[in-house]
């Protein structure tokens, strides 16, 4: 079955830097559009950056120039290196899979969820 195990969150001082990573398995992973996504206390989850092979990838502008999503489709894993960290960035922060994306990703298509991993930001 599809998995997405997040792990790579924690504690951190404004200005920061983290590395999250996303381990998939279970389907295509090089076939798929892969997501982060995050959701704050209070608040609607929201998409931070979605990529597909070929593509490229996409970002919201609170995180633009400050995070960068990659893949290793060897490896079927998904990167997001956070620098510059806000504290507006503590989140749980979910990995997410779109199996058979068609002409690109779509922040609303996913298919799979994984469990998450928290990050806190302080100031």
């Known amino acids: 079955q599809v998995q997405l195990v997040e792990s790579g969150g924690g504690s951190v001082q404004a200005g920061g830097s983290l590395r999250l990573s996303c381990q998939a398995s279970?389907?295509?992973?090089?076939?798929?559009?892969m997501g982060w996504f995050r959701q704050a206390p209070g608040k609607e989850r929201e998409g931070v950056a979605i990529?597909?092979?070929?593509?490229?990838?996409s970002y919201a502008d609170s995180v633009k120039g400050r995070f960068t999503a990659y893949r290793d489709n060897a490896k079927n894993t998904l990167y997001l290196q956070m620098n510059s960290l806000k504290p507006e960035d503590t989140a749980m922060y979910y990995c997410?899979?779109?199996?058979?994306?068609?002409?690109?990703?779509?922040?609303?298509?996913?298919?799979?969820w994984g469990q998450g991993t928290h990050v806190t930001v302080s100031s």
């Open positions: 990529t597909l092979t070929g593509f490229g990838t």
């Open positions: 279970g389907y295509t992973y090089s076939r798929a559009c």
């Open positions: 997410a899979a779109e199996l058979n994306p068609i002409g690109g990703c779509s922040w609303s298509s996913i298919d799979y």
